[in-house]
């Protein structure tokens, strides 16, 4: 990497189970890297909450939220200033539409995965359930139908991949 790479934009991009951490993180990265943070939970909330119930309701909702969200990261990044995309890479699938994002810029990447074992991260769903403070209330139900499509990140995808443990 030259010292000119150095000044280009980075996306940050987020991988790991519910309740993992991913949110926290990327707060900490966006204050850190003084990038725009994008919250994927936020804009569903707000734009879809009345339609969001079931995980294929997430799946369809999401999906009408990244054909906005893409090329508006993209012009972020192509401006010259770094973005915190908190929406789980999860899926081949949602990395290929996050690689995507980073061929129509110059701009450099980190893939955050959140390595936490599942008794923390169901711990930490249902005391976040307790608390009422997030968007969405997923039941452990929910967290275990997630976690059977959550797919590992192969060298083959080309990611930069930094791992954060509990």
């Known amino acids: 990497m030259t010292s000119e790479d150095n000044d280009l934009p980075?996306?940050?991009?987020?991988?790991?189970?519910?309740?993992?951490?991913?949110?926290?993180?990327?707060?900490r990265l966006?204050?850190?890297?003084?990038?725009?943070?994008i919250s994927?939970?936020?804009?569903?909330?707000?734009?879809?909450?009345?339609?969001?119930?079931t995980v294929a309701d997430y799946v369809r909702c999401s999906a009408a939220l990244?054909?906005?969200?893409?090329?508006?990261?993209?012009?972020?990044?192509n401006a010259g200033v770094s973005v915190v995309l908190d929406a789980p890479a999860n899926t081949l699938e949602t990395r290929q539409w996050m690689r995507a994002i980073l061929h129509s810029t110059r701009a450099r990447h980190v893939l955050h995965m959140m390595d936490v074992?599942?008794?923390?991260?169901?711990?930490?769903?249902?005391?976040r359930n307790a608390r009422g403070d997030h968007p969405f209330r997923t039941t452990e139900a929910q967290f275990q139908?997630?976690?059977?499509?959550?797919?590992?990140?192969?060298?083959?995808?080309?990611?930069?991949i930094r791992r954060h443990t509990a």
């Open 66 to 77: 990244r054909s906005v969200l893409g090329p508006h990261v993209s012009d972020i990044l």
């Open 145 to 160: 139908l997630v976690s059977r499509h959550i797919t590992v990140p192969t060298s083959g995808e080309g990611f930069v």
């Open 117 to 127: 074992p599942d008794p923390v991260c169901l711990d930490r769903l249902r005391n």
């Open 10 to 27: 980075v996306l940050h991009l987020l991988w790991g189970q519910i309740a993992s951490g991913k949110s926290t993180l990327a707060v």
């Open 40 to 53: 994927e939970d936020a804009w569903l909330h707000c734009l879809f909450s009345e339609q969001m119930g």
């Open 30 to 37: 966006a204050k850190e890297d003084s990038a725009v943070l």
